[in-house]
């Protein structure tokens, strides 16, 4: 029965063409072995590939050979690697499961390219799937992680989803495959493990066909995520304007969309941030101008009306948070050093540093690129206000240097307009004791 559904499998889904070789990702283990049978069964072209991990001595080099010697005796091109995986691990700085799954797919793929195979299959099955979905559930991946393992994702194909572990376990006794059993499968060190062993046997004891009526879900789960996916994309044309390197949400207008933290949440995953941050995120919907919430690429700024979501190299970002002093900013073409100091006896007149009361100062501060529509009280001209780009017309600033003009904004107030002219609502008084140092320097030119 085995043998016939995985045909029937294969021949509806086509996932390679006839005459194309694909390459068979086998371990040693019943479940890669009993793969391997039913494709040589099938009279479908591979070639087989095996990454010894040399985790386990004398054990992991006997896997090897078991894989090697059956290619030997059914003329199948065999493909064996070895990896320094502890090594690499400490290196990287990842789990040996992690690294262990990079290194090997990383192989696959090269060894696909090298020798021209159409695809990628590993032995993953129904129970595989349902392990996924439970940790992507635990973990909290939302509606992308009920799908549980994809069957086909770039060139990796994964034929026996549709098969449980016992189905694959009773092939290999009928038929007699030979296989090795990983001793480190029975540990429950590796969190897989530990849902193997702990989680899905209590399920079984009480829904006998977890696994059948799980794998089912799992497809419907699927098509779903394909209409949900759809809905989102339309949510974020609607809510999502890009400026430059940044990305604009209007605050107003994201609070009237539901629900409210699934959408949030899927506008700002692509940027690193988690479901865990939703709540901080929202938080930001009613604070005032320069709170922000970080994930490890991106900020999401509240600024005025809108959410600002800007890269945290700060050469590429539209809008940079200054909220520490000391500091110095790598804006691109210019770097923006910010000190504190006691007010000097004289005032130098230099258009590339700024020199501001810190009375009037209130963190955090936004370093951004000038816009149309802003505005300011030049320093100089008695509270009278200027439009930025009248100003930069006025001071004959090439087109091209436009560009690189950054706004130096206190509590919503520009306070100064880099390379130009402070405002006078920040300028050094008589009773000034303290300063704020804003320095532009040239970095590179572009």
Request: with cysteine.
């Amino acid at each position: 029965m085995l043998l016939d559904k995985f045909l029937e499998q294969w021949m509806v889904k086509q996932y390679v063409l006839p005459g194309h070789v694909v390459l068979l990702a086998v371990s040693g283990g019943g479940d890669s072995m009993v793969m391997a049978d039913l494709f040589l069964k099938s009279k479908i072209d591979f070639a087989v590939a095996h990454c010894n991990f040399g985790l386990r001595g004398e054990a992991s080099d006997l896997d090897e050979q078991l894989v090697g010697d059956w290619c030997k005796a059914n003329k199948i091109k065999f493909h064996g690697t070895r990896f320094e995986t502890k090594e690499r691990s400490l290196e990287w700085k990842k789990g040996i499961q992690e690294t262990a799954r990079i290194l090997r797919y990383e192989w696959f793929e090269t060894t696909r390219k090298e020798n021209e195979y159409a695809k990628i299959i590993t032995a993953h099955h129904a129970n595989d799937n349902v392990e996924t979905l439970l940790i992507n559930l635990f973990k909290g991946t939302g509606i992308s992680g009920m799908h549980g393992i994809m069957q086909e994702n770039g060139y990796v194909v994964r034929p026996l989803l549709f098969a449980t572990k016992d189905m694959l376990a009773a092939y290999a006794n009928e038929h007699g495959i030979a296989y090795r059993e990983d001793a480190s499968n029975a540990s429950d060190d590796y969190l897989r493990n530990a849902v193997r062993h702990n989680v899905v046997p209590a399920v079984l004891e009480w829904f006998p066909n977890a696994v059948k009526n799980v794998n089912e879900s799992i497809e419907r789960f699927g098509e779903v995520e394909i209409l949900y996916k759809k809905a989102i994309e339309q949510e974020r044309k609607k809510l999502m304007q890009q400026r430059g390197q940044d990305h604009y949400i209007p605050i107003l207008k994201l609070k009237h969309r539901a629900p409210l933290g699934t959408i949030c949440y899927e506008l700002l995953y692509p940027f690193g941030f988690t479901s865990a941050q939703v709540p901080h995120v929202l938080n930001l919907l009613d604070s005032l101008s320069g709170h922000y919430v970080s994930s490890a690429t991106h900020r999401v700024i509240r600024n005025r009306d809108f959410l600002v979501i800007t890269t945290l190299p700060t050469e590429t970002a539209d809008l940079i948070l200054v909220d520490k002093v000391p500091s110095t900013i790598d804006a691109g073409k210019y770097s923006y050093s910010f000190s504190i100091q006691p007010k000097p006896k004289v005032i130098s007149a230099n258009a590339d540093v700024a020199y501001l009361d810190m009375k009037t100062i209130e963190f955090p501060l936004v370093l951004r690129k000038w816009r149309v529509g802003d505005y300011f009280y030049p320093f100089g001209m008695k509270m009278k206000k200027k439009k930025v780009s009248r100003l930069l017309i006025d001071e004959k600033v090439p087109m091209h240097e436009k560009e690189d003009i950054r706004i130096l904004e206190c509590s919503k107030r520009i306070a100064w307009v880099s390379g130009i002219r402070p405002d006078e609502r920040f300028r050094v008084k008589e009773t000034t004791e303290q300063i704020l140092v804003v320095k532009r320097e040239l970095t590179k030119i572009l």
